[in-house]
């Protein structure tokens, strides 16, 4: 078992004739994952090496019956690649890319909140389900299949993390990026009622950093619904206010999201917050081995 | 990205948002035209630099005659300004705006931004202007009306009586606050804003709502649909370096601690510069080269972060994906074969094509230390904190 995504998702990917369209699609192959479909408005009929290229997402549902969608569209077309995806009724649209103006992503929260598709992202390296099933841009060979679920709003970082767990021997049941913008399809806690529900996740990473409030959110959430242990780690702590980091969501303003906040607000939930990102391999040994 | 006052003012004026009379001013001369235009006193003039509490520093002052304008004008433009935004090296003051000077009844509130928690607009009004609205929040949050706004919808005319009646408005002055709210949210949605904050928003004895301030800042990632706005940016105001950085596409924040740090990905970025930290130094910087760096952005970064004569130490710390170990070693060893090391250098790396990476940093002869993971990097720059 596993989130969101495993080995019968079929994938479709919007923008797979561009040049990091096409690079990450042959790798998500090469892992395993099943790409029935590429979308690139005006290229429809040619082909992506195997993959069968369409104009638009509902021809290429209604030819391969894709259930899943990954958007490498630039960003100022981004928000309309998202929108087609929904209408099609796509179930899980995965958005990469990087730089979608905050007004569009505002639209399509609300539309999308109204439709059965959930959006992961944008701007985030995507979901991998190890052994089965990789739908994003993150490095495969450092994930190893197993029972930890882990969710982030970082790309690298979360890199880090999977790498010291599959070195403590601690594999994953899947690892997501939930994206730095301030305003993302799906959140912390949509993950982590998913793992509490999914039977072969036994522990949870979480891996947060500054700016807004969704960890507060995710820390009362866990207090009350989940039984699993989760790991807590957030990133930032030496950031200075009022200066975006990196992320349009990484940023302290107002005196709100700070880093010290978060950990408070998770360690009074139960979380083991670990502070040492060079040992959170170890703290996770610890913590997952025993229990 | 953030503009000037005079210019939130003159996107105002386009909405039909009320603003005082005035214009803005590069040298007295132009400062003493406006005062003949407007033709009465008292004036206001208004130091135009981004950072907030200008009136603090000495950066807003009121003038009663000619004479008063011009030596006023004189000690403002080009003066360095220090507010408790600026940090203590403060801005130079190039422009002022000079506008006339209303008698006031009221200051109110009135603000619009993102909720990102539930990604609605929220509008934001308070019954207490001129002061730091975060207090007022604070201390009496019964002053403050938060409205709360559909995008896809769009503001409504039950949104706009909530804001009148919540400011406990005359009759007169409801209309006049409906028809300022929904410009004021045009506005906020046409030029894809992140903020426009109008405090105070006044009245005046004629009964008359007024924006006396204007603070907007826009959306970097929707400036490629404005190009009209872009003539509103203002490099002055940005940190030179950092804009340097911004022009190869490295995202660099200039810090004041002592170890320089390069990573990939703004998150790992920050915890890396947590790691400065815990290792007992501070981080003299945040660098993030992004995922599809390349040797030449590397060599960049490399001699940006040595720019900084406070850097004792380097750490490099990369976890390969779709940018590559061997790529990001190549660059360090161009860059430092041309700048040489002058610091110790810490180098991590994991990730895709980690051992070509390794090799190739072996092979250059280069006096550079490398950590075997995030553990080691952090003891090795603790110890360079220590006997720098």
Redesign the interface.
């Known amino acids: 078992m596993s989130i969101f995504v495993d080995k019968n998702t079929r994938l479709l990917i919007q923008g797979i004739t561009g040049r990091e369209g096409r690079f990450h699609a042959r790798q998500c192959i090469l892992y395993g994952t099943s790409v029935v479909a590429g979308v690139t408005p005006g290229k429809g009929g040619q082909k992506m090496d195997k993959t069968p290229v369409f104009d638009t997402v509902r021809e290429a549902v209604g030819a391969t019956s894709a259930n899943c969608s990954m958007i490498f569209v630039p960003p100022a077309f981004a928000a309309g690649a998202i929108m087609e995806a929904i209408e099609a009724e796509i179930g899980l649209i995965v958005a990469i890319t990087e730089g979608i103006p905050a007004m569009d992503m505002l639209k399509i929260k609300n539309f999308l909140d109204t439709t059965g598709s959930r959006l992961i992202g944008p701007n985030c390296p995507g979901i991998i389900t190890p052994g089965q099933c990789k739908i994003g841009i993150m490095p495969a060979p450092i994930h190893t299949p197993g029972a930890i679920g882990v969710i982030s709003r970082s790309g690298t970082l979360t890199y880090e993390v999977v790498h010291q767990l599959s070195q403590e021997g601690l594999g994953q049941s899947t690892c997501l990026g939930i994206g730095g913008d301030p305003v993302v399809g799906t959140n912390f806690i949509d993950c982590l009622s998913a793992f509490e529900k999914d039977p072969e996740t036994t522990g949870i990473v979480m891996v947060g950093e500054i700016g807004g409030t969704a960890e507060e959110e995710a820390a009362a959430y866990i207090s009350e619904n989940l039984t699993k242990p989760v790991v807590g780690f957030i990133a930032g702590l030496t950031a200075p206010a009022g200066r975006r980091m990196g992320h349009a969501g990484a940023i302290i303003s107002g005196g709100s999201g700070t880093a010290l906040a978060k950990i408070e607000a998770m360690r009074a939930a139960g979380i083991h917050v670990c502070e040492d990102l060079g040992r959170l391999g170890e703290f996770c040994a610890g913590l997952f081995k025993s229990s | 990205m953030k503009i000037h006052e005079y210019q939130a003012k003159e996107l105002f004026r386009k909405y039909s948002i009320p603003t005082p009379e005035g214009g803005v001013a590069k040298t007295i001369e132009e400062a003493v035209l406006i005062a003949k235009t407007i033709k009465s006193y008292p004036l206001v003039i208004k130091a135009q630099i981004h950072a907030g509490g200008r009136g603090k520093g000495g950066g807003v002052k009121v003038v009663n005659s000619l004479t008063e304008l011009k030596k006023t004008a004189e000690k403002i433009i080009g003066m360095t300004l220090v507010t408790p ?1 600026t940090g203590p090296e403060g801005k130079v003051v190039g422009k002022v705006l000079v506008e006339k000077g209303l008698t006031i009844k009221k200051e109110l509130y009135l603000s619009i931004l ?1 909720d ?2 539930t ?3 929220m509008i934001i009004a308070s019954l207490e202007g001129g002061m730091n609205i ?1 207090e007022v929040a604070a201390k009496t949050p019964e002053k403050i009306i938060k409205i709360s706004v ?3 919808t769009g503001i409504e005319p039950g949104h706009c009586r909530d804001i009148a009646s919540g400011l406990k408005l005359s009759p007169a002055l409801r209309t006049k606050i409906s028809a300022l709210s929904s410009n004021l949210y045009r506005l906020f ?1 046409e030029c ?1 804003c ?1 903020l426009v904050e109008i405090n105070p928003l006044v009245i005046t004895e004629n009964e008359e709502l007024i924006a006396l301030d204007a603070k907007m800042t826009i ?1 970097d ?2 400036l ?2 404005h190009k009209d706005l872009e003539k509103y940016r203002d490099i002055t105001e940005e940190d030179p370096v950092e804009a340097e950085a911004a022009k190869y596409n490295l ?1 660099y ?1 200039s ?1 004041d601690g002592t170890i320089g740090n390069m ?9 890396t ?6 290792a007992g130094a ?2 003299a910087n ?1 660098l ?1 080269v992004g ?1 599809g760096a390349d040797a030449e952005m590397i060599e960049k970064g490399f001699k940006i972060i040595l720019s900084d004569k406070n850097v004792k130490g380097i750490l490099i710390n990369i ?4 940018l590559r170990c061997d790529v990001l070693a190549k660059g360090v060893v161009q860059a430092a074969k041309k700048t040489g090391v002058p610091v110790p250098v810490v180098v991590r790396m ?3 094509n980690v051992k070509k990476g390794t090799k190739i940093l072996a092979d250059s002869d280069l006096n550079l230390i490398t950590a075997l ?6 003891e090795k720059i603790a110890a360079i904190a220590k006997h720098p």
């Open positions: 935004q993102p990102r928690a990604a609605k607009i975060e559909n995008p896809l949605v894809d992140t959306d990632n929707a490629f649909r995202n924040i810090l990573v990939n990905g703004a998150g790992l970025a920050m915890a510069m947590d790691i400065i930290k815990q501070n981080p945040f993030d995922g976890f390969g994906g779709i994991e990730g895709t993971d995030l553990k080691d990097a952090a």
